[in-house]
Nanobody
Framework: QVQPVESGGGLVQAGGSLRLSCAYS????????MGWFRQAPGKEREFVAA????????YVTDSVKGRFTISRDNAKNTVYLQMNSLEPEDTADYYCAAGRTILPRTVGDFSSWGQGTQVTVSS
């Protein structure tokens, strides 16, 4: 496996919650930080959150801070994005990718992008 695989997207009412999962192959992604991006129609890809390999460092962008949480379980080879208090502005395709630094934060810091999972938040 050379790409992570996202899942957990769907349709949710404003104020609701979703938990996205990003499954990765340990032979390819062991030791790597991971992150989440999102892209809405007509907008550039936006950084959402990242977490270091060990999980000792994590960062969530200001636009979702206090609502989204990134975590990982290396024993399960999975990274999660818990999304609470969802708003219509959160509607986008969400992508998971491997980082090239300890705590990446820009598109250029990532590689091996997943195919994405769609999140739609209705009002």
């Amino acid at each position: 496996q050379v790409q992570p695989v996202e899942s957990g997207g769907g349709l949710v009412q404003a104020g609701g919650s979703l938990r996205l999962s990003c499954a990765y192959s340990p032979r390819t992604f062991s030791g790597l930080s991971m992150g989440w991006f999102r892209q809405a129609p007509g907008k550039e890809r936006e950084f959402v959150a990242a977490i270091s390999w060990t999980g000792h460092m994590a960062y969530v962008t200001d636009s979702v801070k206090g609502r989204f949480t990134i975590s990982r379980d290396n024993a399960k080879n999975t990274v999660y994005l818990q999304m609470n208090s969802l708003e219509p502005e959160d509607t986008a395709d969400y992508y998971c990718a491997a980082g090239r630094t300890i705590l990446p934060r820009t598109v250029g810091d990532f590689s091996s992008w997943g195919q994405g999972t769609q999140v739609t938040v209705s009002s």
